[in-house]
């Protein structure tokens, strides 16, 4: 399949061992963020979302965290496997803009 | 629960041409989104429509339209294509307008020669 994200930050990670992503955005106004992942050759996969009224949500071996103050994201992966390695994306949207903005992206590399 | 699907998957067209993409929505979903995914890029937001109208315009020129269909499909096409054009085009749809998951088709890879 074809590369996505071919020079983007990176972080590489033990198997088993846990990983956190993080993600800055601009605009004060957004109130609903939303975690992806996209693997080679696919379409972005929803991991996990958050309203701007929670600073945490948890999913199955997976944990978003949002600082409204000083606008900054983060997405814990717990006990990595090897099938946890794609580009993850942040993305934000606010009330009245119909669109997601995406951030750059990050790559996850899991090592065996 | 059937997902977005997209078709074709891949295509390649000449300058100048006119391409039709297409999407069929996640069941239930009343609202499909198309973004353009440039490699090593996040998506970018092309437009969306809801109730088969366009609902929101990302910054695209004219000769990328759309069209949504009363069951709530929908089509982009784009006029005149340019080199610039070639990228993974992605559909999305989700419940509603805002504050809701979109949920992304696996795209078509345009090609432009």
């Known amino acids: 399949g074809e590369s996505v994200g071919l020079h983007l930050p990176t972080l590489s990670v033990q198997e088993g061992d846990n990983s956190i992503i993080n ?3 601009s605009n004060s106004a957004s109130d609903y963020f939303i975690w992806y992942k996209q693997e080679s050759g696919k379409g972005p996969q929803f991991i996990i979302d958050i309203r701007s009224n929670m600073d945490k949500r948890q999913g199955q071996r997976v944990t978003v965290l949002l600082n409204k103050t000083v606008k900054h994201l983060s997405l814990q992966i717990a006990a990595t496997q090897p099938g ?7 993305a934000e949207m606010s009330f009245g803009n ?3 903005t995406f ?6 590399t899991i090592i065996p | 629960e059937t997902g977005v699907t997209q078709s074709p998957t891949h295509l390649i067209k000449t300058r100048g041409q006119q ?3 297409r999407c069929s929505s996640q069941s239930g979903h009343n609202t499909v989104s198309w973004y353009q995914q440039a490699l090593g890029q996040g998506p970018q937001f092309i ?6 109208e366009e609902n929101g315009r990302g910054n695209f ?3 990328f339209s759309g069209l949504q269909f009363p069951n709530y499909s929908s089509e982009l096409n784009v006029n005149a294509l340019e080199l610039d054009d070639s990228a993974l085009y ?3 749809s989700s419940l509603d307008t805002y504050n809701s998951p979109l949920h992304f088709g696996n795209g078509t890879r345009l090609t432009v020669t």
Do not use: H, I, N, W
């Not at chain 1, 946890?84 to 942040?90: E, I, K, M, Q, T």
């Open chain 2, 61 to 63: 020129p004219p000769r």
């Open chain 1, 23 to 25: 993600c800055a955005y």
């Open chain 1, 103 to 108: 951030g750059t992206g990050t790559r996850l």
């Open chain 2, 90 to 92: 992605l559909c999305a």
């Open chain 1, 98 to 100: 119909e669109k997601l």
């Open chain 2, 47 to 52: 437009f969306q429509y809801y109730r088969e």
């Open chain 2, 19 to 21: 391409v039709t993409l």
């Open chain 1, 84 to 90: 946890d390695s794609a580009v993850y994306f942040c």
